[in-house]
T-cell receptor
Framework: DAKTTQPNSMESNEEEPVHLPCNHSTISGTDYIHWYRQLPSQGPEYVIHGLTSNVNNRMASLAIAEDRKSSTLILHRATLRDAAVYYC?????????WGAGTKLIIKP | NAGVTQTPKFQVLKTGQSMTLQCAQD?????MSWYRQDPGMGLRLIHYSVGAGITDQGEVPNGYNVSRSTTEDFPLRLLSAAPSQTSVYFCASSNTRLAAYEQYFGPGTRLTVT
C-alpha cells in the first residue's frame, strides 16, 4: 500500500516560512507526490504535485529528495489562513491513499 | 462555474434505510470520485469513475453503489445504512482522465446513521 509518514502537528509564526516534511519510502518510480490541505469544516483543496524535480506554483513549493523517498512542502510566508491539515499523498494505481496529515498551527 | 456541488449538506438516517448522495460538477471533468472521512482521519476512496459509463471500486466500496450516466453527475447510493457508515462524504472531480490529480472537492455531506 502507498504509505506516507508526516508529523501529527507543527506550529509556525505568521509571516514566516513553513517547511512541512513527508516520508514516502515505498514510492515507486512512476508515482507522483501530491499535497492537499483541508481547512476546518471544508473539503480538501489541491496544493501541488510533482514527480522528480522541484515544483513551484502560486500557493507553495515542493522540494523532492533525489531518491524520492521524502519531500517537503514549503509555504514561503505563512498567514493565518494557511492554518489547516496538510496531506502528503502518493498515488497507487492512480488512486490517492490518504494518511492522517499534519495539522499546521499558525501563531499570530 | 459552481465547481463541485453536493446535496444534502446534512442527513440523518435510521439503520437499514437507503438513500442517495448527489454530486455534480460543471467543469466537464472526466474523473470523479467519492471519499469518506471519519473523525481525525484522512480520506478513504469508496468508488471512482474515469468517464461516463465507467466506474470502479476504491479502498472501501462495501455497502455503496455508484453509477455514471452523464459526465456531470456521480451519485453515491447507500443500500442499507449502518452506524459504521456515519461519516463525512466528499465528492471530487479532476480533468485528468486516468489519474486522480488536481482534484476539486465538494463541500461534503455529513451523514449520521442511528
Amino acid at each position: 500500500d502507498a504509505k506516507t509518514t508526516q508529523p501529527n502537528s507543527m506550529e509556525s509564526n505568521e509571516e514566516e516560512p513553513v517547511h512541512l516534511p513527508c516520508n514516502h519510502s515505498t514510492i515507486s518510480g512512476t508515482d507522483y507526490i501530491h499535497w492537499y490541505r483541508q481547512l476546518p469544516s471544508q473539503g480538501p483543496e489541491y496544493v501541488i504535485h510533482g514527480l522528480t524535480s522541484n515544483v513551484n506554483n502560486r500557493m507553495a513549493s515542493l522540494a523532492i529528495a533525489e531518491d524520492r523517498k521524502s519531500s517537503t512542502l514549503i509555504l514561503h510566508r505563512a498567514t493565518l489562513r494557511d492554518a489547516a491539515v496538510y496531506y502528503c499523498i502518493h498515488d497507487s494505481n492512480y488512486q490517492l491513499i490518504w494518511g492522517a496529515g499534519t495539522k499546521l498551527i499558525i501563531k499570530p | 462555474n459552481a465547481g463541485v456541488t453536493q446535496t444534502p449538506k446534512f442527513q440523518v438516517l435510521k439503520t437499514g434505510q437507503s438513500m442517495t448522495l448527489q454530486c455534480a460538477q460543471d467543469m466537464n471533468h472526466e474523473y470523479m470520485s467519492w471519499y469518506r472521512q471519519d473523525p481525525g482521519m484522512g480520506l478513504r476512496l469508496i468508488h471512482y469513475s474515469v468517464g461516463a459509463g465507467i466506474t470502479d471500486q476504491g479502498e472501501v466500496p462495501n455497502g455503496y453503489n455508484v453509477s455514471r450516466s452523464t459526465t456531470e453527475d456521480f451519485p453515491l447510493r447507500l443500500l442499507s445504512a449502518a452506524p459504521s457508515q456515519t461519516s463525512v462524504y466528499f465528492c471530487a472531480s479532476s480533468n485528468t482522465r486516468l489519474a486522480a490529480y488536481e482534484q476539486y472537492f465538494g463541500p461534503g455531506t455529513r451523514l449520521t446513521v442511528t
